[in-house]
């Protein structure tokens, strides 16, 4: 599985749709899995506050994709706002569990998801609070990536999603099949 991520509103949903064309890999939204699990949807203002108990139902999620096949995307997030509005880390415990085999972090410029998130959520953010939602991210996948010995792939906005990006996870899962 490789880890897709990066804030509400980088283009997450896309890029994993441009994947699945182009590769044929099967993708699936972390936040699409825990709320079918859980039986209930997620707020348009992105403020989660059970988050690690949404972990739990993410998990189970992907041990029944795990059993099928391990040649998916996974559509997530390192870190995300709590009920309070505070950015979050989740836990590395989730990561252990996921295992990803490769990790591709989107990031993209503030203004430009500001823009996306009133457009599609209509809720109005500040460039500078996504702006450290966004540095945290990157700090914390880095992170992540080191600590397990995890290939990682930064775009640079969307202009940096690019065939070199889609190399990278077609190499990734070519050894993921050559392992198995």
Known sequence: MIFISGVHG?????FCEVVRDALGFDTYSASSLIAERKKAGFPSDKLIPDIDINQQYLLAAIQELNSASPLYLLDGHFCLLNAHGNITRIPTETFIALNPDAIVLLTEKPSVIVQRRRERDGVEHNENDIRRFQDEEITYSKEIAERFGIPIWISNG???LNDDTL???QEKMRRVINAG
């Open 158 to 160: 969307s202009e940096g």
């Open 167 to 169: 190399k990278f996870i």
């Open 10 to 14: 980088v283009g997450k949903s896309y």
